[in-house]
C-alpha cells in the first residue's frame, strides 16, 4: 500500500503559477512511477504528467511547456510546477502511483485525495 496526499492548491489569477506536492507513505516510494491527473467538473479524469522512479517524464500535450514534474525520491516527494496558468487549467489535480511507466488512469493502483486549483480570469 501506499497513501499519497497532495498539497500546494488554490486560487489564482490566469497567468500565476502554483507547485503542488504529493506525499508518500507506506511502500518504497522509489518503486513507484507517480503521476498527475486533473478532473475538470463534468469531464473525465484526464492525465497531465508522470514521472519515473529514474526521473523520466512525459507531459500530456496540452500541458507541455507549461507543467514540469519532478520528484525528491529522498523525500518521498513528487511535485508538479504549473506555471502560466490558464482558466482551463481549474480542476481537482491527483496524483497516483503506479508500477509502470503509463498515462493510463486505470493502470495508477494508488490515488490521493485531491486538491483544487481554481484559476481566476
Known amino acids: 500500500q501506499v497513501q499519497l496526499v497532495e498539497s500546494g492548491g488554490g486560487l489564482v489569477q490566469t497567468g500565476g503559477s502554483l507547485r503542488l506536492s504529493c506525499a508518500a507513505s507506506?511502500?518504497?516510494?522509489?518503486?513507484?512511477?507517480v503521476g498527475w491527473f486533473r478532473q475538470a467538473p463534468g469531464k473525465e479524469r484526464e492525465f497531465v504528467a508522470t514521472?519515473?522512479?529514474?526521473?523520466?517524464?512525459s507531459y500530456a500535450n496540452s500541458v507541455k511547456g507549461r507543467f514540469t514534474i519532478s520528484r525528491e525520491n529522498a523525500k518521498n516527494t513528487a511535485y508538479l510546477q504549473i506555471n502560466n496558468l490558464k482558466p482551463e487549467d481549474t480542476a481537482v489535480y491527483y496524483c497516483?502511483?503506479?508500477?509502470?511507466?503509463?498515462?493510463?488512469?486505470?493502470?495508477?493502483?494508488?490515488w490521493g485525495q485531491g486538491t483544487q486549483v481554481t484559476v481566476s480570469s
Open positions: 497516483a502511483a503506479s508500477a509502470q511507466f503509463t498515462t493510463m488512469t486505470h493502470q495508477y493502483n494508488y
Open positions: 507506506g511502500r518504497t516510494f522509489t518503486a513507484y512511477v
Open positions: 514521472i519515473s522512479p529514474s526521473g523520466v517524464t
